[in-house]
Nanobody
Framework: QVQLVESGGGLVQAGGSLRLSCTAS????????IGWFRQAPGKEREGVGC????????DYADSVKGRFTISRDSAKNTVYLQMNSLKPEDTAVYYC??????????????WGQGTQVTVSS
């Protein structure tokens, strides 16, 4: 079973930066597609970006493109979300997920518990 733990959230002023971490146990994140999502109060969860397992390519939502960057540290089994030039509208609970397929053929989709990011104006 893949377990994910996010960390790194907090309170930051507009224009500031934060780096979120998503650390896994139970499976190498190199074998998983990683997604970052966020959910603001009263809004639906939305995708922020993702990291492909096969070739390491990344993709981002238009709202964060050029400001957020996803990277991976395989030795630490951790994926990061570097967030720069933060805006008040980035305030949300941020989640990571990991999905993939075991060698047996069964699939998995695991979510972390979320970490709060608050950007003050």
């Amino acid at each position: 079973q893949v377990q994910l733990v996010e960390s790194g959230g907090g309170l930051v002023q507009a224009g500031g930066s934060l780096r979120l971490s998503c650390t896994a146990s139970g499976r190498s994140l190199d074998l998983s597609k990683i997604g970052w999502f966020r959910q603001a109060p009263g809004k639906e969860r939305e995708g922020v970006g993702c990291l492909s397992a096969s070739d390491g390519t990344t993709d981002y939502a238009d709202s964060v493109k050029g400001r957020f960057t996803i990277s991976r540290d395989s030795a630490k089994n951790t994926v990061y979300l570097q967030m720069n030039s933060l805006k008040p509208e980035d305030t949300a609970v941020y989640y990571c997920n990991a999905q993939g397929q075991y060698y047996s053929g069964s699939t998995y989709l695991s979510w972390g518990q979320g970490t709060q990011v608050t950007v003050s104006s």
